[in-house]
T-cell receptor
Framework: DADVTQTPRNRITKTGKRIMLECSQT?????MYWYRQDPGLGLRLIYY???????NKGEISDGYSVSRQAQAKFSLSLESAIPNQTALYFC?????????????FGEGSRLTVL | KNEVEQSPQNLTAQEGEFITINCSYS?????LHWLQQHPGGGIVSLFM???GKKKHGRLIATINIQEKHSSLHITASHPRDSAVYIC?????????????FGKGTLLTVNP
């Protein structure tokens, strides 16, 4: 099994629908992240969490919310999806305490909003 | 100007060639990461380094902190090395969780 698992891997939805992307990890890491990848723009940080009670906005959090249900689970929600949220979304984890600890990524969730 | 710049953006090579991808950055860092992303696939961390040089198989990563520059080398390239290679830096100090990413280098290795 993968260290970081994302579901669903692909999702097509309509404008206005609520969408949840889920992420679970078996690395035992405290830090979890949600990134968005768009062609030509690279990866951008949406939200990050250092533990269950510590959740922070990244550089592009508008239109998104997250929930850290447990150390191993971090979900990203789009309350009312819009077409410019069409992108490839990645969950990642890292260990804390080291300078910029190595990142472990999930396989990605491709979201298309029509 | 982007804080992390990669060159080239695209690179095509023949199998067996020596490949170099460059990364320059303009901020203080605690570490630099090289990541690999295959088409349609996830992202894999290749190296994390804060000084000197690291080697893993046919891949070598170097960093020059004074010049704010890193290189990723692939020796004896193979078609399976075809992927996007992404450079990312962890900021120094209290923001070390925050990664700034380059836009990636698309490598195609032809048989």
């Amino acid at each position: 099994d993968a260290d970081v698992t994302q579901t669903p891997r692909n999702r097509i939805t309509k404008t206005g629908k609520r969408i949840m992307l889920e992420c679970s990890q078996t690395k035992g890491h405290d830090r979890m992240y949600w990134y968005r990848q768009d062609p030509g723009l690279g990866l951008r940080l949406i939200y990050y969490s250092f533990d269950v009670k510590d959740i922070n906005k990244g550089e592009i959090s508008d239109g998104y919310s997250v929930s850290r249900q447990a150390q191993a689970k971090f979900s990203l929600s789009l309350e009312s999806a819009i077409p410019n949220q069409t992108a490839l979304y990645f969950c990642a984890t890292s260990a804390g305490g080291r300078p910029g600890g190595e990142l472990f990524f999930g396989e990605g969730s491709r979201l298309t909003v029509l | 100007k982007n804080e992390v710049e990669q060159s080239p953006q695209n690179l095509t090579a023949q199998e067996g060639e020596f490949i170099t991808i460059n990364c320059s950055y303009s901020v203080g860092i605690s570490a630099l990461h090289w990541l690999q992303q295959h088409p349609g696939g996830g992202i894999v961390s290749l190296f994390m380094l804060s000084s000197g040089k690291k080697k893993h198989g046919r891949l070598i990563a170097t960093i020059n902190i004074q010049e704010k520059h890193s290189s990723l080398h692939i020796t004896a390239s193979h078609p399976r090395d075809s992927a996007v290679y992404i450079c990312a830096v962890s900021r120094s100090g209290g923001s070390n969780y925050k990664l700034t990413f380059g836009k990636g280098t698309l490598l195609t290795v032809n048989p």
